[in-house]
């Protein structure tokens, strides 16, 4: 059994389904992994042992009797799976790393978490995360920081960082993450597994706790590019309850994984990400010595230009800010979530709820937010701000005239100490790489690439709307190639 929690979430489905092991053995056995793990990590937040060892029990029981569905049907058919705490599960306390819904027991299944279910997938705990998705670190979160599974003194990312700790602690076979500006890529960069950051809309975004409602996509976090595949195949689809939802064919994401080349591939090459000052002298040969595997396998590398980059994280910082100060007005201490105990008066209601709930960096964002679209300076911030992320969407589509897709660095230095960055604006720019795809909405594939001074590096794939499938097919010939698919951390 100790094994068995190592395994991919294919592999893992595949015996299930061959009855070679039992749904609650694994279960059990990912289960313990958290026992163990979880002490040094800390990327947790709500556990469900005894509720998965049930659903577990019952699915061997469905197999039993011969009432097993279809590999299409049920293509996770008792794979053990986490999920961020900004997805809602019924019954299932769900805070969003934040004081303020400290009590908030939502009375349904978010629609990536309805597919999860729908598919056979055993959902075993709810992840940390920086509060309300603000952060880049995890230290963000209200209940404890996370940490890497490479170097438990250093961060995981953020602000997904539980799912990716869990993921490459061998906790869960993936997991679901949110990507804001770059809260999948990121940790999964900073942890060394797979993050897909789909096409904005491509999957619902119903039983997500909004951050910034224009920017947040939900997406998998897993140990191998071909899960990733299958992950987003369940979770893909059109849901009328969200109206930015895309409408679109979901087409079968693992088809075209078996290509080991990239022959008549054109890769573009950002110099803007490769000659950034940020990016420290390991990451980038690790990337190098990448960019030269692609090219033996018969990709075409070409330079290209994203010339708007370096106004990216103002962009987003000032857009992102308004949606959270809108999206997080609900939270007022009147209809739900934390309620200050004997107020003065309605203001002081207002007031010291909300003051004794968020967190600093979450008051931060939203008087930020506030003042940017205060009257007078509209116009010179917010407006001014959507007029550049049109034109950073542009250079998107003007790159990719020229090439398939692009790679780049996901972060520009490997995974930092907990405490190092104390300064907010240092923070931001940290995301310098993430941010400008989820100003374009368009879809990006982080893998690891290699290791700088033994902690992961990645690099993301970044492609037109709704081209995930082209994304996958050149991400799992890279990393067949590389090797780094699944590469065990220290503390393992």
């Not at 007022?332 to 709820?353: F, I, K, M, Q, T």
């Not at 941010?435 to 690439?449: I, K």
Request: charge should be negative; proline fraction near 5%.
């Amino acid at each position: 059994m100790s094994a068995l929690y190592r395994m991919s979430l294919k592999e893992s489905r595949d015996l299930i389904r061959a009855g070679d092991i039992r749904a609650e053995e694994l279960t059990a056995a990912c289960l313990s992994r958290m026992d163990e793990t979880e002490g040094t990590i800390g990327a947790l937040l709500v556990r469900r042992d005894a509720e998965a060892l049930e659903e577990a029990r019952a699915l061997d029981l469905a197999r039993a009797e011969g009432r097993m569905p279809s590999v299409e049907e049920a293509p996770l058919w008792g794979v053990p799976v986490t999920v961020k705490d900004a997805l809602t599960l019924k019954g299932v306390p769900c805070t969003a790393g934040s004081r303020i819904l400290e009590h908030f027991m939502p009375p349904y299944d978010a629609f990536a978490v309805e597919r999860l279910r729908s598919a056979g997938a055993i959902i075993l705990a709810k992840t940390n995360m920086d509060e309300f998705a603000m952060g880049s670190t995890t230290e963000h979160s209200a209940w404890h920081p996370s940490r890497n599974p490479w170097d438990a003194e250093r961060v995981p990312g953020g602000s997904s960082g539980g799912s990716a700790a869990s993921v490459a602690a061998c906790q869960c076979a993936g997991a679901l993450g949110t990507d804001t500006g770059g809260s999948i890529r990121q940790p999964a960069s900073l942890c060394g597994c797979v993050g897909l950051k789909p096409t904005y809309g491509r999957v619902s975004r119903y039983g997500l706790l909004a951050y910034a409602s224009s920017f947040d996509q939900i997406g998998p976090m897993t140990r191998s590019v071909e899960d990733a595949a299958l992950m987003l195949g369940v979770i893909a689809g059109y849901d009328k309850r969200d109206s930015t939802c895309l409408d679109a064919p979901v087409p079968d994401y693992t088809a075209a994984l078996n290509d080991t080349h990239l022959k008549g591939v054109k890769l573009g090459l950002p110099r803007e990400f490769f000659g950034h000052e940020a990016l420290c002298p390991g990451v980038k040969k690790a990337c190098e010595e990448a960019m030269s595997l692609a090219r033996s396998l018969g990709a075409e590398l070409v330079e290209v230009s994203l010339p708007h980059t370096e106004y990216s994280v103002a962009a987003y910082y000032v857009m992102a800010a308004a949606e959270a100060g809108s999206n997080l007005a609900r939270y007022d201490g009147v209809r739900y979530g934390h309620r200050a105990e004997n107020p003065a008066s309605l203001e002081d209601l207002y007031v010291r709820s909300r003051t004794e709930g968020f967190g600093e960096e979450v008051q931060r964002r939203i008087l930020v937010g506030a003042y940017v679209l205060s009257s007078g300076y509209y116009d010179a911030y917010y407006r001014k701000a959507a007029q550049v992320r049109r034109l950073i969407r542009r250079d998107y589509d003007e790159a990719l005239t020229q090439c398939d897709a692009l790679l780049a660095p996901v972060s520009p230095v490997t995974a930092w100490k907990l405490g190092e960055v104390h300064d907010p604006l240092q923070m931001y720019f940290m995301d310098i790489f993430t941010l400008s795809l989820n100003l374009a909405g368009l879809p990006g594939l982080a893998l690891p690439v290699g290791l700088s001074e033994g902690l992961p590096v990645g690099m993301q794939l970044m492609g037109r709307a709704l081209d995930e499938a082209l994304l996958l097919r050149i991400g799992k010939a890279l990393a067949d190639a590389l090797g780094t698919e699944g590469q065990a951390a220290p503390l393992l």
